[in-house]
């Protein structure tokens, strides 16, 4: 599974906005 991707277990916006971030700060 891919921090990018949305997460499966829930609808909650701050948890994939936090997952977004993780996402793009380890790409850097």
């Known amino acids: 599974m891919s921090l990018c991707s949305a997460p499966k277990f829930g609808n ?14 380890f790409l850097e």
């Open 12 to 25: 909650l916006f701050l948890l994939y906005m936090f997952q977004l971030y993780l996402c793009f700060r």
